[in-house]
């Protein structure tokens, strides 16, 4: 496996390398497709983060290079993580699979802090990526080298609902105008994926 890094770190070098494509982050929809491509490049403007330019020396293509002290890990501090939960008829199992992930940074500036959602990436992309890459769970076993990919299928990560698919595909905080009335709407869509699961086995 490949020594640890941060996840961000991961996808970072992913989409620099031209491994992993990073797709527009839209405020209403999540878009996979070469309509909603991210340029590494786009990203480095965007975010003002520090880079050189450097000429390929066998096609002369432009080369964006970003040192490592430069990659703004510590600003990223969460993720945007769209789920599909749905029922496999083949095997009669209620599960759920990741689609992408979405970094989130948060900087500080005159306004206050703000936090920006930064690009889409696959999961499916990723996760050949994230099974060679070993993540620190607990510093209580060593011995244990679980790699990102354990961690995310294992669901070994805490989480909170910001959006349920809906007509007007809203998040949470759009129609709830309190914490606790976000709150109970977070515990009502958690028990609604565990009624469903649970009267699968009731009929």
Same mark, same amino acid.
């Given at each position: 496996?490949?020594a640890?890094q *941060? ?12 491994k ?61 993580c ?19 992930f ?29 099974s ?12 244990a ?9 294992k ?16 998040n949470?905080?759009?129609?709830? *105008? ?26």
């Amino acid at each position: 496996m490949k020594a640890l890094q *941060s996840l961000f770190s991961l996808m970072f070098r992913l989409i620099q390398d031209g491994k992993v494509k990073a797709y527009e982050y839209l405020d209403s929809r999540e878009i996979f497709n070469d309509d909603h491509l991210v340029s590494f490049k786009d990203l480095l403007e965007k975010y003002e983060l520090i880079f050189t330019v450097q000429a390929d020396s066998i096609t002369n293509d432009s080369v964006y290079v970003v040192d490592e002290s430069d990659i703004p890990n510590r600003d990223v501090i969460k993720y945007y993580c769209k789920e599909v939960w749905y029922f496999d008829k083949i095997t009669s199992t209620f599960n759920v699979r990741i689609i992408g992930f979405c970094p989130i940074m948060v900087r500080e500036t005159d306004l206050g802090i703000q936090k920006y959602p930064m690009f889409w990436v696959s999961f499916d992309k990723l996760r050949p990526f994230l099974s060679q890459t070993e993540v620190l769970i607990t510093d209580k076993n060593n011995g244990a080298r679980p790699s990102f990919d354990d961690l995310f299928i294992k669901r070994r990560f805490s989480s909170y609902i910001y959006r349920e698919s809906n007509i007007q595909n809203r998040n949470l905080l759009e129609y709830n *105008s309190t914490a606790e009335d976000v709150r109970r709407e977070q515990a009502r869509i958690k028990t609604l994926l565990i009624n469903y699961e649970t009267d699968l086995w009731e009929y």
